[in-house]
């Protein structure tokens, strides 16, 4: 269930949190499993994360959400999430019932093409480009004009 935490949340009653309260907590001894995927673990009902054996945790920054997934680690493997804020893209920490101990692995990323684009920006590279020599003085010209109460000095 991707992007979870917008119809698993704590606080809204909601058709869906009750149905997936159900399957997480009952569905085990039928043979059903689910996949709750999310961004921000400390906004998914608190019912639903108790039942997740296993979690794959990818950066996370915020100190919420890293508690979150401290929560489910024993005591003495609860330092592992200090590594989440520095995770490279790709990169995730795997704990709980799927790892006998905590495994830092690199997911493969979908060939290109294929992928969503939801890429971190380049930041360091766009400001590197060299730039078109921009008409700014037409540029402050037009944008000034728009403002009656500017006089040119």
């Known amino acids: 269930m991707e992007e979870a935490h917008r119809y698993l949340g704590r606080e809204d009653a909601s058709l869906a949190r009750d149905a997936v309260q159900r399957i997480v907590k009952e569905g085990r001894k039928f043979g059903i499993g689910a996949m709750i995927v999310s961004q921000r673990p400390s906004e998914i009902d608190d019912t639903i994360l108790s ?13 919420a959400d890293r508690s979150k997934v401290q929560a489910a680690l024993p005591d003495s493997l609860s330092g592992i999430v200090d590594s989440l804020p520095v995770l490279r893209t790709g990169e995730a920490v795997i704990t709980g019932e799927a790892a006998k101990l905590p495994v830092r692995c690199r997911i493969t990323l979908p060939e290109e093409g294929k992928r969503p684009s939801s890429e971190d920006p380049l930041v360091a590279q766009n400001w ?12 402050t010209a037009t944008w000034r004009s728009q403002n009656p109460r500017w006089t040119e000095e």
């Open 51 to 63: 039942q997740c054996g296993t979690f794959f945790s990818l950066r996370l920054s915020n100190s």
């Open 128 to 139: 590197c480009k060299d730039r078109n020599a921009e008409n700014y003085a037409a540029l």
